[in-house]
T-cell receptor, first 112, second 116 residues
Framework: AQSVTQLGSHVSVSEGALVLLRCNYS??????LFWYVQYPNQGLQLLLK??????LVKGINGFEAEFKKSETSFHLTKPSAHMSDAAEYFC??????????FGTGTRLQVTL | DTGVSQDPRHKITKRGQNVTFRCDPI?????LYWYRQTLGQGPEFLTY????????KSRLLSDRFSAERPKGSFSTLEIQRTEQGDSAMYLC??????????????FGQGTRLTVV
């Protein structure tokens, strides 16, 4: 079975500041990890994913995440926040043949 | 192909009525998922199909909910005798499961259900 925990339901950063959204996972099998973004009244859009190989993965819009097996973490970062980054972010884990399991989400607010 | 399509985008219904939603996945995707999302929450898994086979159904899904994917293409989600607690965004997603590991899911815009 798989599960994720997203620490912090709301994160507020200033424009230009570092964005750090935390995700810890639990999985009985090697995990496949994803970050999705959701804008208001929209479906979810993939930001980036980790399946195998390089543990630092780069995604769209300047986001990246690092898979740390020892810490069971997959935190999402962006060096410099932009106003357009304001949205809901979901961490997601799945095993090799299972459904996708989402965290509760982190709402990112970007202020001037 | 323009992605996952859901119809309708919005549905307002009276309590006790039946509603049916449709999802058209990306054509070559063999997996199709239904999720429900309420305000401030992450998507909750409802059910998923691989081709026409319904592989898993959440315990969240009461007997009033049924989903089908008769030809392994589009899917329908029906809610019978709707209740106010059914008000939510219903999300459909599809993915190309290749037998060796999960890939990302592609989501539709969702159907927002309001039960009055």
């Amino acid at each position: 079975a798989q599960s994720v925990t997203q620490l912090g339901s709301h994160v507020s950063v200033s424009e230009g500041a570092l964005v750090l959204l935390r995700c810890n996972y639990s999985s009985s099998v090697p995990p496949y990890l994803f970050w999705y973004v959701q804008y208001p009244n929209q479906g979810l859009q993939l930001l980036l994913k980790y399946t195998t190989g390089a543990t630092l993965v780069k995604g769209i819009n300047g986001f990246e995440a690092e898979f740390k097996k020892s810490e069971t973490s997959f935190h999402l970062t962006k060096p410099s926040a932009h106003m357009s980054d304001a949205a809901e972010y979901f961490c997601d884990v799945s095993g090799t043949a299972s459904k996708l399991t989402f965290g509760t989400g982190t709402r990112l607010q970007v202020t001037l | 192909d323009t992605g996952v399509s859901q119809d309708p985008r919005h549905k307002i219904t009276k309590r006790g009525q039946n509603v049916t939603f449709r999802c058209d996945p990306i054509s070559e995707h063999n997996r199709l998922y239904w999720y429900r999302q309420t305000l401030g929450q992450g998507p909750e898994f409802l059910t998923y199909f691989q081709n026409e086979a319904q592989l898993e159904k959440s315990r969240l899904l009461s007997d009033r909910f049924s989903a089908e994917r008769p030809k392994g293409s589009f899917s329908t989600l029906e809610i019978q005798r709707t209740e106010q607690g059914d008000s939510a965004m219903y999300l459909c997603a599809s993915s190309p499961f290749l037998g060796q590991g999960n890939t990302e899911a592609f989501f539709g815009q969702g159907t927002r259900l309001t039960v009055v």
